[in-house]
């Protein structure tokens, strides 16, 4: 007899390990997690070879399985003889055997920050994600930024607009609004920001281990390199103009920058109380450029969280609205589409494929990982499906002033019933009344965990059924 169930198979691996220290994502520490194993220490089926078929199309987590995709499925395909990166298959499973479903040509849209060019400076660095690395990213470009403790990222603005999402640590932002008012505030994890076009600011780590920030720009072909800044100004204006300017003798300009500071280190910063400016006519901004976002209350659906920032509730932030998803293991962000802006995503956590429908009997699968960039144009109907073991954190992000979708399911819920039928289950009638009793509340469930997972991923969960 072969004892091949979960729970022996679970406790043989226990007492084999019973005296090693659990690591992370160990095998051991993972059914402490209460996590399943890779496939390798279950008794799984490999999707990856020539007799397997899934009439389904279910997702499998290659990473977390520890498998090696191949291009087989339902009876087609072959194996790879030439050169072959493991790795970058096991992120794109979806890619090295797309579903059957996907037909047709479809840009790439999908970029990982791990491919773009790293510029490091002065107790920092930065790297960017644009319509150059990422040719279907027109409408947002974006930067990855890091500051040390003290750390500054110099006085400049843009010709775009700049939002920001605060990833790690701490930050201090400054700016003056377009009525000369002063703005200082200390932002946390999850903490936004926005400038609009032209708004002069800069940033500072204030942390222990200082911070690390997301920053989006409202056109794609945003460059960092194109910043105004405040040294790059001064060193490219004579002297004799600086000192007129400022009504001081040339000779204190004697020592100015020669150059950008762009990322350097500055000195520790006090309190907000402490370092406000206190001039005669200083005045404070009546504008509030920053927003607490992880601070707002959720909107609870079946199989995550949702919380949305936009001008309703983000007044400043009038080119740029945002989603914070989160969406746990075995569930979907619903089939839907967005019909005012493209969606630019970033992946904070987890594992996902998100199938885009471009019309045109078009569609294709891309697959997604922690700090990868994914866009699906504008109108272009799509889902996320958690593919991995853990949530999905995720953020959606629009040049719009506010955040609008269309859901699939409230759609049909709130479509006449013959409507529905007879468009999709006119040769299955006792199929239709079926689907009619679920969808006939149209209830919108952003977050969707179905009951049972009836089409859960192909190995994850197949042997503890």
Do not use: C
Not at 91 to 109: E, F, I, K, Y
Not at 324 to 341: F, K, L, Q, S, Y
């Amino acid at each position: 007899m072969h004892l091949t169930s979960p729970f022996f198979l679970a406790t043989a691996l226990l007492a084999e390990l019973g005296l090693a220290v659990p690591v992370q994502d160990s095998p051991r520490q993972r059914l402490l997690d209460g996590k399943p194993l890779p496939a390798k220490y279950r008794n799984v089926e490999n999707p990856y070879q020539p007799g397997y078929k899934d009439p389904l199309d279910k997702a499998v987590d290659a990473i977390g399985d520890e498998l090696d995709p191949l291009p087989y499925r339902n009876g087609l395909g072959a194996s790879v003889l030439g050169p072959w990166n493991r790795e970058r298959s096991r992120q794109s499973p979806d890619l090295v055997r797309p579903p059957s479903t996907d037909h047709g040509n479809l840009a790439n849209m999908r970029w990982s920050f791990a491919d773009s060019h790293v510029r490091i400076e002065e107790g920092g660095w930065t790297r960017q994600t644009t319509v150059r690395e990422l040719g279907t990213s027109v409408e947002l470009a974006s930067v990855n930024m890091r500051l040390d403790q003290g750390v500054i990222r110099e006085l400049h603005w843009h010709k775009e607009a700049e939002w920001a999402y605060v990833l790690d640590g701490e930050v201090r932002v400054t700016a003056i609004d377009y009525e000369g008012g002063n703005f200082i505030d200390d932002l946390k994890k999850g903490d936004l920001w926005y400038f609009p076009s032209g708004v002069p600011h800069s940033l500072q780590g204030l942390s222990t281990n200082g911070t690390e920030f997301l920053l989006i720009f409202d056109d794609g072909g945003f460059s960092e390199e194109s910043t105004f800044i405040l040294t790059d100004w001064l060193a490219h204006t004579p002297k004799s103009v600086i000192s007129k300017n400022f009504n001081l003798a040339p000779e204190i300009f004697a020592h100015i920058p020669d150059g950008e500071k762009y990322i350097f280190q500055g000195t520790q910063p006090g309190s907000i109380e402490e370092e406000k400016p206190t001039g005669k006519n200083v005045k404070k901004s009546k504008y509030n450029f920053t927003h607490r976002f992880l601070d707002q209350e959720p909107k609870k659906t079946s199989g995550g969280e949702v919380r949305i920032a936009d001008s309703k509730n983000f007044p400043i932030s009038k080119t740029i609205a945002a989603a914070h998803v989160t969406i746990e293991p075995g569930a979907i962000r619903e089939m839907h589409w967005h019909p005012n802006a493209d969606e630019w995503n970033f992946f904070l956590k987890g594992r996902g494929r998100i199938t885009i429908f471009a019309s045109e009997g078009t569609a294709r699968t891309f697959d997604y990982v922690p700090g990868d960039v994914g866009i699906v144009p504008r109108n272009m109907g799509h889902f996320v499906e958690n593919i991995g073991d853990e949530p999905i954190e995720m953020l959606e992000v629009f040049r719009a002033d506010e955040f609008r979708d269309f859901s699939l399911f409230q759609w049909m819920g709130e479509t006449p019933k013959k409507m529905v039928v007879d468009h999709l289950f006119a040769d299955d009638p006792a199929s239709g009344e079926i689907f009619w009793e679920k969808v006939k509340n149209a209830d919108k469930d952003e977050v969707t965990l179905p009951d049972g997972d009836p089409a859960a991923p192909a190995t994850a969960w197949a042997d503890l059924k």
